[in-house]
């Protein structure tokens, strides 16, 4: 964790020199009136979004005379912090963190921990994107109403990427095999005739795919939510009912759970899949080791960055086939969010929030993330940064939330215990390893599933 304490000076940007503390009022040795502003952030996957971050929030102090103690956290302590909340933990008076929203916010609106902040938000409502207000209005049990319980900052879906070069050394760049099929079965079997194509030609250790199979990877259960949506295995009802005791649901569940391992059990995904971590898949993928992948957010482009040969000729993106049913795919929106605990400092918090949500503002820390993250609102994602013809990466990924849905974690809060628990990654382990057959998995997942949400209840 690394801390920036602000001061607020004639010079915009101007800052204490950052150091090492355990990122508590007080931790680094200076006196803290207990009226600053404590906030906490995922530190930046690039030092662009930090600099900007570091910038807008000493504008900020500037204009107001206000001062920030501002503490930057890797992800998984953020996420730990974060969750350390919702059982009565230390809190800041504002928070931001990129893995906060699916798990953790549901839970701290349903405890009535936070603050509602529609007054921030509905002055932009308009200029929000499709479904972005959506993933921020959360259920608060003491109300018994939904609220916008957070600040929309960023966005992202599930992606896919291949290597163009393996592709056209698979098939050959004349042959209409290089065309990547739309259609749901077709799309996946091309990945399988890629590294059967690439076997025949001596490339013994190259994969069709790297998806990961393991319980320990989140990134198991984000992308099986497309194999779930591609069979209209819909889990939750549209007003956030649990849909799981319906037999159609629970077939349609083991028919996508199937479809998922199948490509493990047929072998045209690495045998150590079962054992990935988050970051191994895009590791065996970075290592021209599989053809495809499916990740969360742009961060395998955002790795090539500093290579133009790699980011813009070798490496491809693709938007989701269509649905079985051949039907556009739905994506799920990932919103990157802000949070504002009950404190005294709410007004600041939320001062400080809507100075932060002005367009020159957002679109400079936005545009931070370096394409990893895309915007929110209609006036950030028009503008040239967005929009460079060459970039197949960013605009696939925009073209990936055209059509989107409400995630489960949005339609009833009880899912993000779902999501949290690895309910999906653990069936499909499990499914993929041999140890349960697809039939018990899937029950074993309802069981669970069913027991969480009557926790809820």
């Not at 800052?15 to 930046?44: R, T, Y």
């Not at 599930?158 to 163009?164: A, C, E």
């Not at 079965?185 to 091309?190: G, I, K, R, V």
Request: glycine residues 6%.
């Amino acid at each position: 964790m690394k801390r920036r304490d602000f001061i607020a000076i004639g010079v915009a940007g101007g800052l204490l020199a950052s150091c090492k503390s355990l990122g508590l009022p007080g931790a680094n040795g200076i006196n803290q009136s207990k009226h600053d502003l404590e906030v906490w952030w995922s530190e930046g996957y690039y030092p662009e979004e930090t600099d900007a971050i570091e910038t807008i929030f000493a504008n900020w102090q500037r204009l107001t005379g206000n001062k920030i103690n501002l503490s930057f956290f890797s992800e998984n302590e953020l996420a730990a912090k974060a969750n350390s909340a919702i059982d009565g933990g230390p809190t800041p008076d504002l928070l931001y963190g990129y893995g906060i929203n699916d798990t953790v916010v549901p839970v701290l609106s349903y405890n009535n921990q936070l603050v509602a902040l529609d007054e921030i938000v509905k002055p932009i409502k308009d200029d929000l994107l499709p479904s972005v207000i959506d993933g921020v209005t959360y259920l608060n049990k003491q109300t018994k109403n939904k609220s916008i319980y957070a600040i929309p900052i960023s966005q992202h879906s599930v992606n896919l990427h291949y290597w163009k070069d393996l592709v056209e050394e698979a098939f050959g760049g004349t042959n209409k095999n290089t065309k990547i099929p739309n259609e749901w079965n077709a799309f996946w079997d091309y990945w399988h005739a890629s590294q059967k194509a690439l076997r025949q030609k001596g490339y013994d250790e190259i994969y069709g795919m790297s998806l990961p199979m393991s319980n320990l990877a989140r990134d198991t259960g984000y992308i099986f939510e497309f194999f779930l949506e591609a069979h209209n295995a819909k889990i939750l009802t549209p007003s956030g009912k649990l849909n799981v005791e319906n037999p159609v649901t629970r077939q349609k569940i083991i028919s996508a759970i199937n479809d998922y391992t199948s490509n493990y059990e047929d072998k045209f995904v690495p045998p150590k899949a079962t054992s990935w971590s988050d970051a191994d898949n895009n590791i065996n993928f970075l290592s021209s080791l599989s053809v495809m992948t499916s990740n969360p957010t742009l961060s395998i482009p955002g790795s090539q960055l500093s290579d133009e040969i790699a980011y813009f000729e070798r490496l491809g993106s693709l938007p989701w086939p269509n649905k079985l049913d051949g039907s556009p795919m739905q994506s799920f929106l990932s919103v990157k969010q802000a949070i504002v605990f009950n404190s005294s400092n709410v007004a600041k918090a939320k001062d400080l929030l809507a100075y932060l949500l002005k367009t020159e503002n957002l679109s400079r820390y936005v545009e931070g993330s370096q394409g990893r993250f895309l915007p929110t609102t209609k006036s950030i994602m028009a503008m040239p940064f967005w929009h460079n013809a060459k970039d197949v990466h960013i605009s696939t990924a925009i073209q990936n939330l055209k059509s989107s849905k409400i995630p489960g974690w949005i339609l009833n809060p009880a899912y993000s215990e779902v999501i949290s628990k690895n309910i999906w990654g653990k069936a499909i382990e499990a499914v993929a390893t041999g140890s349960l057959s697809t039939d018990k998995a899937v029950d074993g997942a309802i069981t669970e599933i069913r027991t969480i949400f009557a926790g809820w209840n």
